[in-house]
């Protein structure tokens, strides 16, 4: 329910105004907690902050405010009205800058803690794509099909908590055993939903040239299993 008063309002900023804003800035700091997904554990989680900034409040500078909010007749709004620069720096500090520096004085004690920056790669999707260079990418759909194409800097890869997917932004044609064949005529990129994947692999691109591109391997070549690093490329296999 929304607030029909000013002391509704009051109350609502005082219980949850500063654990959101502590929350915001820890994760913000330490990355998406996934215990801190669902609504009702922030809700909770907000509301027990705010508690604790509450009591610490009333300690430290409850005479202060009680002054603020109860000089005259009036009630809080004409306390505000007549003290306007000074109750909006009463909310900045309590509700903002307060809960903004317990949150960077916790993360910087946990991370003094673990002796270690730490990371927001709460699964393993994460850790693969994060700082992750420009190379090839590899997928076999649940279907049995392959699909392939380059990450580079215009490709996107979804990120925790969203639903894991991938947007490749070139397309390449692969083999039935996942054999890049060539870069399809006028691809503009190609988008893979996550839930469909069933192995994705990243390759690294070839060293020498300054285009990207593996070069396939031929049959001969996988029939033989003559193990040599040298791949026919396809104007060779043309001329023979």
């Known amino acids: 329910m929304l607030p029909s008063t000013v002391e509704q309002l009051a109350i609502l ?16 700091l330490r990355g998406p907690q996934a ?14 902050i705010s508690g604790l900034l509450d009591a610490v409040y009333a300690v430290v500078a409850g005479p202060w405010v009680v002054r603020l909010l109860g000089e005259g007749d ?4 004409a306390a505000v009205l007549r003290h306007p620069r000074q109750a909006g720096l ?14 960077w004085a916790a993360a910087s004690v946990r991370r003094r803690r673990e002796r270690a920056h730490y990371e927001p790669t709460p699964t393993a999707w994460d850790f693969l794509f994060a700082d992750r260079d420009p190379c090839f990418v590899r997928i076999r759909l649940k279907g049995g099909l392959w699909v392939g194409g380059w990450l580079g800097s215009r490709s996107a890869v979804s990120a925790f908590p969203q639903p894991q997917d991938i947007y490749l932004e070139s397309q390449w ?4 055993d996942g054999t890049f064949l060539g870069r399809v005529p006028g691809t503009t990129g190609v ?9 994705l692999e990243l390759l690294a691109p070839p060293e020498t040239g300054r285009t990207p591109a593996p070069v396939p391997v031929t049959r001969r070549e996988q029939q ?9 490329r396809p104007e060779e296999a043309r001329e023979r």
């Open 13 to 28: 900023v005082a219980l949850m105004l500063p654990g959101i804003f502590y929350q915001a800035v820890s994760d913000r």
């Open 35 to 48: 215990s801190e997904q669902e609504p009702q554990n922030r809700a909770l989680r907000a509301l027990a």
């Open 74 to 77: 009036g009630g809080p709004l």
């Open 90 to 103: 009463a909310v900045l500090l309590l509700v903002v800058v307060v809960p903004a520096g317990a949150a």
């Open 173 to 176: 044609r692969l083999d039935r």
């Open 191 to 199: 988008y893979v939903k996550g839930s469909e994947i069933e192995v």
């Open 224 to 232: 033989d299993g003559s193990g040599t690093e040298r791949s026919e």
